[in-house]
Structure formats: structure tokens, C-alpha cells
């Protein structure tokens, strides 16, 4: 038997008769069998397999049938009484069918009730209570509904409602209202959670036991937005598990949705505030409750109660229940902290807090102070210029003949209340003091001895200016040291022996001097007042100084010649013997010159507000000046390259910029946390850097971390002048006013999640401070573990 049939052969039931009667096609053989076996089952006739009616469904062909006949054609005939269909159906078929048949045997048989309701309206067919057509398709739609006969398990009253309804069904048009082969929605489960069947594709089981199969649900989520967008309905649509279809929510539901989400009550005619009914009245009552007359043990004296009246009595003799003592009448104050455990931490501190007490009166509170109490004219003035809270007395000493002639004093009250206030605002509660050991408040670093090297000590003094040193400037072997003095020379130093290799005059104060970092190129440019000079020291490598030499005068210069804001001038005559190779005239005072990494672009600072010309980049072997900015962006005061990539740094007074060369943007604007910036150096792995600041402070910045200080220190007690990266060793320097070199170990880690690690491990003294000023430049030699600083004592030192 499919699954159709078992689950709609209830249904079907009344539609049998009526088709066969409407449509007079199905077959005699088939009729015959049917009726010899609801025959043989039930001995009295029901009107349903009545013989008229099973006699005109003979002329019924079995070939046009709707889904429902065919379902309930099925079930009547693969009952197992059928001949002609045996040989057609499975063992397991006959078996299903034959449990089916029982079923409704015995259901047939047991319902008394069925037969005696049915036959009247069966046996006088022509004469039937007439219905109206609603009543009628109401029948139908309950017999449509109606569970089966065997799965409902309803009984009699099953029975017979749907037979009742057959037989009022036969009047009326029957396809009118004829719903047969819609689905059936109900639920076909019973009152059964339906989370068991969560995981499962069934949802029950039909007559025969077998499956019934959850039906599939093909909307995804394009459909299911579809139907959002379009269906106006879809708000009020909920999805019901037990039946597996979409219900369209009414306006009544809606509101009551509404009101349970708010908090109020389902019922609308509920009135939660209807006046409170009193069932008991407060006026004494006449007449008792009861008129019982009493009991006439309520007059015999209770035993139970005697032997309980003669215990007390005993025991009140004895002293064991004392008798009630008078109340008594003094007041009673309870001491919040009486029961607080004295070992507890709150228990140790004494909880009263005393009123703080008055100042004793002294000489100068007399009505007649000794004369040195009294204050002069001057100091009076003082006084009264001065703030209340800054005044020493507050009420000014005064000189009386008596104590009569003392007058009131003008702010007693004033006084008075304030006093009380005092007292009122005292708190009166612990301070916890935490008992912290200092050390742990320390920062655990490792020690200096395990961060070696560094340097330690300091190996030599280069003397010969005669004016204080600005800036310095290591060669790429090392070997070499250049320096620039406010007394209008530059000077080559050899690092290892202190000697002066050489010694050029310029025309004013060196204010800065770089060393190219290509070591294939012998170049040092120097600058002092608006001239930036690019000297061949010619030292070290003759093959480097020859080919410098050559790549300078190799330049040819393009057709069209552009403005540009420098001036470029080949040295020549004298100037070229002494080491001259090009002159940089600037249209400003040149404040610093700095190399890229490669050696052939250097850049220039002309600090100044007013023009957007404050840095420069220049080109050495194009012979070509680029200004990069079209705004000021505020008072520039030293510029970088990156180490690595095609990034360029701009230290304005407050702020850090960073621009992308390439695509010609800023990257980064770091805030420095400080009012002056001084100095700036770049780590050679390129991400991080240091800045220093005339107020005292060396902020160090993870550019991958955050646009803020990383660290701020705060070492020196005057201005930071210079500070360097060491290019190989975790090692950063710092100069300042006070005439001291603090060296810091700076280890940056390959592992982003780690943060940096910094540990000053030396300061280094040695300078002399001379007009306020200590060391003002501070340079690492490239390969070892060494510093250079030059000061204001017009010294060079060298510490290993």
C-alpha cells in the first residue's frame, strides 16, 4: 500500500460512494469483491456499501481517476481480498493491507452506535433531512479533516460523524466544494515535540508505520530575499514546524504579539487596575460564624494542658524561666565595627578618625603683641596684595592699651561656619595604605654587563678648533672623521691616531657636515650659511677619489636648461686644488645637509615659516634640485631618508611626517609628545625611530605600533642636542646640555608581537659646558662599538 492511501483512506471513505455513484464507471469484479468483503466483516449492512449505490458504481471505468479515487481505490482494493490483484502484490503488501483490514473490522464491529445512526439516513434515501450547503460542506470539510478510523483511534463518535456527513453529501453537488486532492496540512504527528524529530528527515509515522517524509523546503536564500522584497505579507509570515508550512499571522495575532512583547496582558478587555474587593470587613460581627453549640469537652478541663501549666510552674520555681525583667528605658548604641575581626586587614586600622585640631594661639593672636609681631607698612601691603590661601596669618597682628578695647572680631562667623564645615567634610574613613616593596616597582631589565658591547670609556680628544663643534661625520670605512666648527673650518680627522689630516676654511660658521654613506663615493658636503659645499677630502682609496673626481666631471648638461631653486657651480682653479668639487647656492640659510643611503641625493633644510622653500632635494649626478613640498607645514627642523625604502622624514616642532617619494603622499604624522623637537635618527631596519627635544626627552616610536611614543625618556637634565643609531649594533645614543652622552642598548626584535627592548647602559661625561651649551652632535662609527660626540669646549671625543 503507498503512502497516500494509507493516509488518506479515511478521507477517502465517503468519496468512494460518491463517486461510484456520480460516475458509475469502476469495474463490477473490483465492486464485487469490495462489498463481498465488507459483507463478510460486518453482518449488518451500512449504508455506505448499500446496494443501489454499489450497483450504479459498476458502471465506472477505472481509467479517469483523480489522485484522491486512485488512493482510495488502492486501499480497497490491495485488501487482500481481491483476486485479481494477488498475483501483482508482495508478501510484505498483503501482510500491510491485511493489518489495515483488521483494524477496521474491528472498529466497524465495535461501533454500535455507527450502524443505528446510519441506516435511517440510508435506508430512506428519498426522503432525507434536508441541509443547507454551508451545513454541508462544513461535513465535508470535517470529514476531509477527520484523522482515519484506525489512526485517530477516535471511535465511535468518528465514525459516526463521518457517515453522517455521507450521507448528507449525497444531495448536494459534490464537486462544488470537493478539496480531495489538496495537501493535508494538519499535523500528522499528535502532541509530540517536534525537536525529536529535529535530526531526522520523517516527521511520524502513517498507518502502515511507515515514514512519513518531511516536506522539502526548496526556498534558499535568493528566494527567501525575494519573497522579503516582494511579498508584502512577509512580515506577518511564521513558519510552523508541526504542519512544515508558512502561516500568514492575522491583525488579532499581530496585537497580541505586540502586547506580550510590552509587557502587558493577552486579554484586551483585561483591566489590571479594577478596584480591590475587601472580603473581610473590619467591623466586629454580631453573630458567630457557625450557631453549632459548643462541644461539651470545651467545658471538661484539658489533661494535656494541666500536665503543660504544672512543667512551667515546676520550672519557674526551679530558676529555670525567669520571670520578664522591666524594659528598660536607656537608649541603646550599637558600634558598627565592634564585631570586625582583628586579623582581617580592615580589623588592624582603628576606625576613628579625630577632628584635626586648632593652632594654639600665639604672640601674634595678643591684643598687645611684642613689636617684632607687628608688621611694617611694606609688609602690610604685601599682605593684603596676596591671595588668601597664600598669606602666612590670616588677620593682621594690631596693638591695644587693654583688653577693653579689643573689638569684636569682624569674621567670627565667617569663621565659625567654616570651622564646622571643616569638621562636617572631615572624612571619616581608612586610607589603605598598600604595602608595596619599591623594587618590585622597578621594571625587570636585564643587567648593563649582559648587553655588551658598548662603549664604556673615553679613548681620545681631538683637538684643534678654536670654537665650539657642531656637527661631525664618520667616513663608510671608518676611518675617517670629519668635524665642523663655528670657527668657519672643517676638519678631516684620522679616527684611530687623533691626528688632523687636513683643515678647509670656509666662508662662515659650519652648521652641519655629512659624510656620503657610499663607499664607492669620497664626497662630504658641508654647509654654512646659504651654501651647501661638496668637498673630495681625498683621502683614503685613491681609486675611489679618481673615480669621484671622474663622475663629477662627466656630467653634461641637458639642452634646455630649467629653473631651478639652487644654483649649481663647478669649483675650479685654487678652489678645486683645495678640495672644492661643487658649490650649492641657496637662496636661504642652510641649516643641515643629509645623504640618502645610496649616495646620490642629498637633502637641505632652510628653516623658515614664511615660504614653503624649507627642504630640498638635490641630485649630484644630474645636477638637478627638487622642492617636494608646496605648503609649510610649520617651522622644519631636520630632515632623514629612509634606510631602506623610498621614504622621507620631516621633523617640524612638534610632529614627525612621513612621505612616500613614489607615490608622492604623506604616510604618517607621529605626535612627539614634545614642544621642541631637536635631533631625529632612524633605526637601519627602518622601523622605528628616535626623536630628541630641547625639553629634556627622547621619544622612541615602533612605526608599526602607533602613531604615539612607544617610550618617552626622560635621562638628561637639559636639552638633547644630537642622537644616532648604531648601523650593526643594538646600540642608540644621546647628547645634551648637560655635557653627558647617555648610550642605550635598543634591541628591535624580527617577531612583531615582541615589543622593543630598551636599556640605557652608560653615560658618558667628559665634555666641558661652556655658555650653557654641552655636547651638540653624536655619531656611531659604522663598523664597531664606538661613539663620537663634539661639544661646545670646542672638542672632539672618542669613547670606546
Not at 70 to 83: N, T
Not at 360 to 379: A, D, F, I, Q, V
Amino acid at each position: 500500500m503507498t503512502k497516500a492511501s494509507a493516509t488518506k483512506l479515511p478521507r477517502g471513505m465517503p468519496t468512494v460512494t460518491l463517486e461510484s455513484q456520480k460516475n458509475g464507471t469502476m469495474s463490477k469484479a473490483k465492486v464485487k469483491s469490495a462489498k463481498k468483503r465488507v459483507a463478510e466483516d460486518d453482518n449488518d449492512q451500512l449504508p455506505i456499501f448499500d446496494k443501489d449505490v454499489t450497483e450504479k458504481a459498476g458502471e465506472e471505468g477505472d481509467e479517469d481517476l483523480s489522485d484522491s479515487e486512485e488512493s482510495v481505490f488502492s486501499g480497497l482494493e490491495d485488501s487482500g481480498s481481491d483476486i485479481d490483484d494477488e498475483e501483482e502484490d508482495d508478501g510484505d503488501d498483503e501482510d500491510e493491507d491485511y493489518d489495515a483490514d483488521v483494524i477496521l473490522d474491528e472498529n466497524l464491529k465495535n461501533s454500535s452506535g455507527v450502524e443505528t445512526s446510519a441506516e435511517p439516513a440510508a435506508s430512506d434515501k428519498s426522503t432525507p433531512k434536508q441541509q443547507d450547503g454551508k451545513s454541508a460542506s462544513k461535513e465535508r470539510r470535517k470529514m476531509k479533516k477527520g484523522k482515519g478510523v484506525a489512526i485517530d483511534g477516535r471511535g465511535e463518535k468518528g465514525l459516526t460523524t463521518t457517515f453522517q456527513g455521507l450521507a448528507t453529501a449525497q444531495q448536494g453537488d459534490e464537486y462544488e466544494h470537493d478539496t480531495s486532492d489538496e495537501e493535508d496540512i494538519r499535523n500528522t504527528v499528535g502532541n509530540v515535540p517536534m525537536e525529536w524529530y529535529q535530526d531526522y528527515p520523517h516527521i511520524g509515522y502513517n498507518l502502515d508505520g511507515k515514514k512519513i517524509f518531511k516536506p522539502i523546503r526548496n526556498k534558499d536564500e535568493l528566494d527567501e530575499f525575494l519573497d522579503k522584497m516582494e511579498n508584502p505579507d512577509y512580515w506577518r509570515t511564521v513558519h510552523d514546524k508541526t504542519t512544515a508550512s508558512d502561516i500568514r499571522l492575522t491583525d488579532e495575532q499581530v496585537d497580541l504579539v505586540h502586547r506580550l512583547q510590552k509587557g502587558q496582558f493577552g486579554d484586551v478587555n483585561f483591566n489590571e487596575y479594577e478596584p480591590s474587593v475587601d472580603f473581610f470587613t473590619n467591623e466586629v460581627m454580631i453573630h458567630p460564624v457557625t450557631n453549632r453549640p459548643q462541644d461539651k469537652r470545651s467545658f471538661i478541663p484539658s489533661l494535656i494542658e494541666k500536665e503543660k501549666v504544672s512543667k512551667l510552674v515546676h520550672a519557674i520555681k526551679m530558676g529555670w524561666i525567669k520571670p520578664r525583667k522591666p524594659k528598660e528605658t536607656t537608649p541603646q548604641y550599637y558600634d558598627l565595627w565592634a564585631k570586625e575581626d582583628p586579623n582581617a586587614i580592615l580589623g588592624r586600622h582603628k576606625m576613628h578618625v579625630p577632628a584635626p585640631k586648632m593652632r594654639l594661639p600665639g604672640h601674634e593672636e595678643s591684643y598687645n603683641p611684642p613689636p617684632e609681631y607687628l608688621l611694617t607698612e611694606e609688609e602690610r601691603l604685601v599682605w593684603e596684595q596676596q591671595d588668601a590661601e597664600d598669606r602666612k596669618l590670616p588677620f593682621l597682628p594690631q596693638k591695644h592699651s587693654c583688653l577693653r578695647a579689643v573689638p569684636a572680631f569682624s569674621r567670627f562667623i565667617h569663621e565659625r561656619f567654616e570651622r564646622c564645615l571643616d569638621l562636617y567634610l572631615c572624612p571619616r574613613q581608612r586610607k589603605m595604605r598598600v604595602n608595596v616593596n619599591p623594587e618590585d616597582l622597578i621594571p625587570k631589565l636585564p643587567k648593563p654587563k649582559d648587553l655588551q658591547p658598548f662603549p664604556t670609556t673615553m679613548s681620545l680628544v681631538y683637538r684643534g678648533h678654536t670654537s665650539l663643534v657642531r656637527s661631525i661625520s664618520a667616513s663608510p670605512t671608518g676611518q675617517w672623521l670629519v668635524s665642523g666648527s663655528d670657527d668657519f673650518t672643517v676638519r678631516f680627522w684620522e679616527v684611530n691616531t687623533g691626528r688632523c689630516m687636513k683643515t678647509l676654511e670656509v666662508g662662515g660658521a659650519v652648521k652641519s657636515v655629512a659624510w656620503n654613506p657610499n663607499p664607492a663615493v669620497c664626497l662630504v658636503a658641508v654647509c654654512f650659511e646659504s651654501t651647501v659645499l661638496l668637498l673630495n677630502p681625498s683621502l683614503g682609496d685613491r681609486l675611489v677619489v679618481s673615480s669621484t673626481d671622474q663622475l663629477i666631471t662627466s656630467y653634461e648638461p641637458p639642452e634646455e636648461d630649467k629653473e631651478q631653486a639652487v644654483t649649481w657651480a663647478l669649483s675650479e682653479g685654487p678652489e678645486h686644488n683645495k678640495g672644492h668639487r661643487l658649490t650649492l647656492t641657496h637662496p636661504k640659510a642652510v641649516k643641515q645637509v643629509v645623504w640618502h643611503g645610496k649616495g646620490d641625493y642629498l637633502s637641505s633644510v632652510m628653516p623658515d615659516n614664511s615660504s614653503n622653500l624649507q627642504v630640498l632635494i638635490h641630485q649630484v649626478s644630474k645636477r638637478r634640485t627638487q622642492n617636494p613640498f608646496r605648503k609649510s607645514k610649520g617651522l622644519v627642523q631636520c630632515v632623514s631618508f629612509h634606510p631602506l625604502r623610498p621614504y622621507f622624514f620631516v621633523a617640524t616642532q612638534r610632529y614627525v611626517r612621513i612621505y612616500n617619494l613614489i607615490k608622492q603622499e604623506l604616510t604618517k604624522k607621529l605626535m612627539t609628545n614634545c614642544k621642541w623637537i631637536s635631533s631625529m635618527a632612524i633605526h637601519p631596519g627602518g622601523d622605528n625611530l628616535i626623536c630628541g627635544s630641547y625639553d629634556c626627552r627622547l621619544a622612541w616610536f615602533d612605526l608599526d605600533l602607533s602613531t604615539k611614543p612607544y617610550k618617552m625618556l626622560r635621562h638628561h637634565k637639559k636639552a638633547l642636542r644630537g642622537v644616532a643609531f648604531h648601523r650593526n649594533y643594538p646600540l642608540f645614543a644621546s647628547g645634551a646640555d648637560d655635557g653627558s652622552v647617555i648610550v642605550c642598548h635598543g634591541m628591535v626584535y624580527n617577531d612583531l608581537l615582541q615589543n622593543p627592548l630598551i636599556v640605557p647602559v652608560k653615560v658618558l661625561k667628559g665634555h666641558q659646558i661652556t655658555h650653557d651649551l654641552g655636547v651638540l652632535d653624536v655619531t656611531f662609527h659604522p663598523t664597531q662599538p664606538w661613539v663620537f660626540s663634539s661639544g661646545a669646549d670646542a672638542t672632539i671625543r672618542l669613547f670606546t
